[in-house]
């Protein structure tokens, strides 16, 4: 619907309240967008993890045992003692009977001369077996440290690759384990993500149907508080929608969910009466507000590092007065809290606050009690004529354009609360 396609104003003021729009459409549209934000992600994580999951568990097959190297032999190498020693004992007479008669120690009388050569031989032959043997007994313990050495190596080489092959098979069969738990979380999370999407869907079309609001306490777990910030807005949106609907008395031209020009935000209400111009934010807020270095902030909760609201509605009033500048010239800031308390400075209760924004630009906050005192208390002196009324509030249907679509009415006409 476009505010301009609704028919003109034509005559007089009537008496008849004309409202137009539905309070709180922008942030039911967007508590639903969230909302279907919210499934859509759990639907990519379904996705995620689901790709992963095989449709059956792979069976472990273990690499064959590796090759050994041949083994040596068991007897250790020797040398033939026998052998050996008959070598040396030969060569000592060899020697004996050379230095005698040879090395010219032999005598004339030739049985002297063998009796030396007797002598030496034995001689030689008792050196040459003492050598041999010491030789023998080395060269046999050389060989033998060689043997134990090879044997040592030998098996310190089994064991490394034995060791290396049950390394490798625990690692496949952790592996193993481990893939199938990892499977099988996988397999729970995406049945949960599934459920838990399901029942999303289900409360977002019941919220949709009005089987539901979204501010059950079940939508509430299911999407989160920072979705549920809408639906608040949109409760908040709805009563005042309701407030006016009921307590405004003359003729008066509503206007609920206006876009502001050039930005994603929206105006909550726009109030025309005989007797002045309102725009109207809605903060369903619960606890104290009152004004502190002149900013509308909590005098309950400690965190204040939220914008001023009052600084805000008129920054969107100014871009909405770039398409109608009666807002700039007489439009009233007002800032109605449902929900929670308005305080003076003494942290008294009280139904209306006004301050000054950083700006230099004033807003007055209320509570929806003082919102009807505000909107009524002027109402025996208005400041235009019945024909500039008239002009207003032609220039108002005809210039702003809603936040969202909706049915338009056939003919102006008094709604009720929705």
Request: proline share 7%.
């Amino acid at each position: 619907m476009r505010f301009k396609d609704v028919p003109a104003i034509k005559g007089g003021p009537t008496g008849q309240q004309l409202i137009y729009g539905i309070g709180g459409v922008s942030a039911r549209r967007m508590w639903r967008e969230k909302a279907t934000e919210k499934i859509s992600e759990i639907q990519i994580e379904i996705g995620r993890t689901g790709k992963h999951l095989p449709l059956k568990q792979e069976e472990l097959v273990l690499p064959p045992p590796p090759v050994l190297p041949p083994a040596p032999s068991n007897t250790p190498p020797t040398l033939m003692s026998a052998w050996w020693i008959t070598i040396f004992v030969l060569i000592g007479p060899l020697l004996g009977i050379t230095h005698v008669y040879l090395g010219g120690n032999g005598t004339v009388n030739p049985v002297e001369t063998a009796v030396r050569a007797v002598i030496w031989s034995g001689i030689f032959t008792t050196m040459t077996s003492l050598f041999g043997v010491g030789v023998w007994a080395l060269v046999n313990q050389s060989r033998k440290s060689a043997f134990a050495n090879t044997h040592r190596t030998y098996h310190q080489q089994v064991a490394y690759l034995q060791g290396c092959y049950q390394q490798h098979i625990n690692q496949l069969t952790h592996a193993h384990q481990a893939t199938a738990v990892r499977r099988e979380e996988a397999r729970k999370k995406v049945n949960e993500l599934m459920a838990e999407a399901t029942r999303m869907t289900t409360l977002l079309d019941q919220c949709r149907d009005g089987t539901r609001t979204p501010l059950d306490a079940d939508a509430v777990a299911a999407f989160g508080k920072d979705v549920q910030n809408w639906a608040l807005g949109a409760a908040g949106e709805l009563d005042t929608h309701g407030l006016l609907a009921e307590s405004l008395p003359g003729p008066a031209i509503v206007l609920h969910d206006v876009a502001v020009p050039g930005s994603k935000t929206n105006l909550d209400h726009i109030v025309l009466t005989p007797h002045g111009l309102f725009v109207i934010d809605t903060k369903n807020w619960s606890g104290r507000y009152g004004i502190r270095n002149n900013k509308l902030t909590s005098l309950t909760s400690k965190k204040n590092d939220r914008d001023d609201p009052g600084g805000t509605l008129w920054w969107e009033i100014d871009q909405a007065a770039g398409t109608v500048p009666l807002l700039a010239d007489t439009a009233a800031a007002i800032i109605v809290i449902h929900s929670g308390r308005v305080c003076d400075n003494r942290g008294t209760e009280t139904d209306r606050i006004t301050y000054t924004t950083s700006s230099n630009r004033p807003v007055t906050v209320v509570n929806p009690r003082g919102l009807i005192t505000l909107l009524t208390e002027n109402a025996d002196t208005p400041i235009w004529d019945n024909t500039t009324f008239i002009t207003h509030a032609e220039v108002l249907l005809r210039k702003l354009e809603p936040a969202c679509s909706g049915p338009a009415p056939t003919s102006p006409k008094t709604e009720s609360q929705p």
